[in-house]
């Protein structure tokens, strides 16, 4: 069998590895296509580096790092970066046995997520934790939503912590737009699909079985602090 074996259709490519058939539309500025890119990654690079961490007597995961990774943290993304260990769509499943990391953590990951699927990855975030420890961080929706209210009623006439994206002019209703939404970074799926809060979140973990649910502090963050929109829960998996 030809191990690699190409096949052109109108704009659209076709790469054919070992019988597997990757679609893709023409693309000059890249040396392989996102799909095909993957696929090789996740074959040669991810499957060796499974078996590594595999052995290890403790294990931590970041759902969703950014470009520094975190000092013994093992990195989970939709997309390839320097954090990334392993690539998948959570919304889709997790893809670890059961009870397979002691410590999980994840800074603005969540609200990527479609609203609807949140109870499903959260689940999927406890059923791979070992009898440990969830630490999540997201954009307080609360507090967007009360800046809003105050630039509705003409209290607020700037934004409140500097963030100035896509809003040169200070302009609080598009801070609201820009922290709710997002979608400005092209580099991967940006856009925010899900609003939280402090005593939701804690409803969602309490009902999935999590306990000691509590809110943390700015200082307690691992990675990245977004600061004032920051929201922190820490959350535990205990044997009963």
């Not at 000059?28 to 095909?36: A, D, R, Y």
């Not at 943290?73 to 390839?80: A, D, R, S, W, Y």
């Not at 009898?131 to 609360?142: A, K, Q, S, T």
Request: charged residues 25%; glycine residues 6%.
């Amino acid at each position: 069998m030809q191990l690699i074996s190409k096949q052109k259709r109108g704009n659209k490519r076709i790469i054919n590895i070992l019988g597997f058939k990757i679609s893709y539309k023409k693309n000059h500025t890249s040396i392989l296509p996102v799909p095909v890119a993957t696929f090789l990654y996740k074959v040669f690079a991810e499957a060796s580096i499974r078996r590594k961490n595999s052995k290890k007597t403790q294990r931590f995961l970041e759902i969703g790092p950014g470009s520094q990774r975190l000092k013994g943290f093992e990195g989970l993304n939709i997309v390839k970066n320097n954090a990334t260990d392993y690539i998948a769509d959570v919304s889709k499943g997790i893809p670890f046995k059961s009870n397979t990391f002691n410590l999980i953590y994840s800074s603005h990951f969540l609200e990527h997520i479609e609203w609807y699927k949140t109870s499903f990855v959260l689940r999927e975030i406890y059923r791979v934790l070992n009898w440990g420890v969830f630490e999540l961080w997201i954009p307080d929706g609360l507090k967007i939503a009360e800046q809003f209210i105050l630039a509705e009623k003409k209290i607020l006439k700037q934004t409140p912590d500097g963030w100035l994206c896509f809003n040169p002019d200070d302009n609080p209703y598009l801070w609201a737009n820009g922290r709710l939404f997002y979608g400005a970074n092209p580099a991967y799926p940006s856009w925010h699909k899900a609003v939280f809060s402090e005593n939701y979140l804690k409803q969602l973990l309490s009902e999935i079985g999590f306990k000691n649910i509590s809110k943390m502090t700015n200082s307690q963050c691992r990675g990245y602090d977004h600061g004032w929109i920051n929201l922190g829960i820490r959350a535990e998996k205990i044997k009963e």
